[in-house]
């Protein structure tokens, strides 16, 4: 799976995939984000975690696309274990004169980081650099690939919740083709023993995306019948020509989450997006700012949850949360 054999309580060397990861692994960065959240609620986060094994080390956040909230997410919590960041920014890099991923990624660990964090437009580019380099890579996002601590705090989240992860039922919305995100989740959740559907315009869907273990709807009103957990995807017109998709107006009609289409989800049931969302598209302002509504959570979760991979990888112990 990696290079190297990992001396850490995860047996892995890097975090590339959600894919990759086994019950075990998942229940373990979980329980630990857990006790970083417990821990943060009672004290200060710039004393709570002094003897992390990150204290004076160096997190290399590498990021090839544009991010907001995975990037400041991996700052903040690597800065709350004690380390420092290296912002690395491929407009003011050597990328741009020609300089190859190979010798980008030996330049990098030239500099001795003990963590690299990777976000990248190209699938696989993590596990390239995995390959290369004798310190841990973290996948922050690898083209149409994976996402794995967007599904991990999503998984997080859905736990705070609901108790637990197993047996719920969890609809996915939106643009599934193009989303690292979903992939990561479908993984996840089925690994935690979810069950999954999966609900969009036909052209927004990957071929035989049943193939994955999911029901596939293509009405938004019977998907959302009975599901605990609804989790709407940013539609990304960036990746995709026009033509590919309905408009906006088509999309918000027929796949939009509102108070009305809501109605059909359980009473209890969770409302998650990974953001950023576009309102009034995805999902209306009321089911975003609503009461079932867990997205500012997720955000939060966010921070917690990557302290936790960020502190597993470089030999932290499991620690005890709640939950699971």
């Not at 030996?106 to 993590?126: C, F, N, W, Y």
């Not at 209306?284 to 009461?291: L, M």
Request: aromatic share 6%; charged share 20%; hydrophobic share 40%.
């Amino acid at each position: 799976m990696t290079s190297l054999t990992a001396p850490n309580s995860l047996g892995i060397k890097s975090l590339l995939g959600a894919e990759l990861l086994d019950r075990g692994q998942i229940d373990k960065i979980i329980k630990t984000a857990f006790a970083f959240k417990a821990a943060s609620e009672n004290a200060s986060p710039d004393t709570v975690f002094k003897n992390s094994p990150l204290k004076g080390k160096t997190v290399a956040l590498v990021f090839f696309e544009d991010s907001t909230r995975t990037r400041i997410s991996f700052e903040v919590a690597a800065k709350r274990l004690g380390a420092n960041t290296l912002i690395f920014s491929p407009s003011n890099s050597s990328t741009k004169k020609g300089e190859t991923l190979f010798d980008t990624a030996r330049t990098l660990e030239a500099m001795k980081p003990d963590v690299i964090v990777l976000r990248h437009p190209s699938a696989g580019t993590p596990y390239h650099f995995d390959q290369i380099l004798k310190v841990p890579v973290v996948n922050a996002g690898d083209g149409f690939h994976e996402h794995p601590t967007q599904a991990l705090l999503d998984l997080m989240t859905i736990q705070e919740f609901k108790g637990k992860v197993e047996g719920r039922n969890v609809l996915i919305i939106g643009d599934i083709a193009h989303s690292r995100v979903a992939r990561s989740n479908i993984y996840a959740l089925q690994t935690m023993g979810a069950k999954v559907r999966v609900c969009g315009p036909p052209t927004l869907l990957p071929p035989k995306v049943e193939n994955l273990g999911v029901e596939v709807f293509w009405n938004l009103e019977e998907a959302v019948k009975g599901q605990d957990v609804v989790m709407l995807l940013r539609i990304q017109f960036e990746r995709f020509a026009g033509a590919q998709a309905p408009s906006k107006s088509e999309y918000a009609r027929f796949f939009g989450l509102n108070a009305r289409t809501i109605g059909l989800c359980e009473k209890d049931a969770l409302i998650m997006h990974p953001g950023p969302m576009n309102r009034g598209l995805e999902l209306s302002t009321e089911v975003a700012d609503g009461p079932q509504s867990v997205i500012l959570s997720q955000v939060a979760n966010g921070v917690m949850l990557r302290m936790a991979v960020l502190h597993l990888l470089v030999g932290g112990e499991v620690l005890g949360g709640k939950r699971g």
